[in-house]
Nanobody
Framework: QVQLVESGGGLVQPGGSLRLSCAGSGSAFQLYTMGWYRQPPGNQRELVAT???????HYADSVKGRFTISRDNAKNTVYLQMNSLKPEDTAVYYC??????????????WGQGTQVTVSS
């Protein structure tokens, strides 16, 4: 079982910045593909960014050039640096860990979410 705990959300004005953190458990954190997803009010959860164990990243088109995902395996932590925030970035942000173990089905773990509100 992997536990994920997000922090760093809050209220920020348009154009501002926030950095989200997600601390994970487990001795094999460095092998997990980590991701950030978000769920805007009244909408489905959507992918924001992912980073594989090898450091390959993928971003949603809506956040490219503004958001950066990074990880510190020594601290079992993944980050999401969010710059130039827009009101449409308002959502609950969730941390995700995807674990692939050989031929077994992949395992999916989620944090409890952290609210990000972009408003003046």
């Amino acid at each position: 079982q992997v536990q994920l705990v997000e922090s760093g959300g809050g209220l920020v004005q348009p154009g501002g910045s926030l950095r989200l953190s997600c601390a994970g458990s487990g001795s094999a954190f460095q092998l997990y593909t980590m991701g950030w997803y978000r769920q805007p009010p009244g909408n489905q959860r959507e992918l924001v960014a992912t980073m594989t164990s090898r450091g390959s990243t993928h971003y949603a088109d809506s956040v490219k050039g503004r958001f950066t995902i990074s990880r510190d395996n020594a601290k079992n932590t993944v980050y999401l640096q969010m710059n130039s925030l827009k009101p449409e970035d308002t959502a609950v942000y969730y941390c995700n860990a995807l674990i692939v173990r050989g031929a077994l089905p992949p395992s999916d773990y989620w944090g409890q979410g952290t609210q990000v509100t972009v408003s003046s």
